[in-house]
């Protein structure tokens, strides 16, 4: 079970962090990525981790505003979102999937398995 917390409302230009916790499994296994979706949109990928955290990946708009991490023994992965614009609000998904690799993560969303229920984040201009 994943649960996303940390959104809410904030002006452009400012920084939240979202913080994806994780119960029931081995937390280690699964690579982990975050998505959004805008009103209106589809959902969209955002960054992903390797189930170490050793290697990551990012959307090419993002232009290194975000950064994304994992703690293991808190079973959490955390996304640092910086500069934030209006573009930015979303309703943002994390999403797991086991890795039989440690150097493998996903960006379709096809191949995540699990997903929380999704944070609201508001970006006001």
């Known amino acids: 079970q994943l649960q996303a917390s940390g959104g809410g409302v904030v002006q452009a230009g400012g920084s939240l962090r979202l913080s994806c916790a994780a119960s029931?499994?081995?937390?280690?296994?699964?690579?982990v990525g975050w998505f959004r979706q805008a009103p209106g949109k589809g959902r969209e990928f955002v960054a992903a981790?390797?189930?170490?955290?050793?290697?990551?990946n990012y959307a090419d708009f993002l232009k290194g505003r975000f950064s994304i991490s994992r703690d293991n023994a808190k079973n959490t992965v955390d996304l640092q979102m910086n500069t934030l614009g209006p573009d930015d609000t979303a309703v943002y998904y994390c999403?797991?999937?086991?890795?039989?690799?440690?150097?493998?993560?996903?960006?379709?969303?096809?191949?995540?398995?699990?997903w929380g229920q999704g944070t609201q984040v508001t970006v006001s201009s």
């Open positions: 999403a797991a999937s086991l890795a039989a690799s440690l150097r493998v993560y996903y960006i379709n969303r096809n191949e995540y398995r699990y």
């Open positions: 981790i390797t189930r170490s955290g050793g290697s990551t």
């Open positions: 029931g499994r081995t937390f280690s296994d699964y690579a």
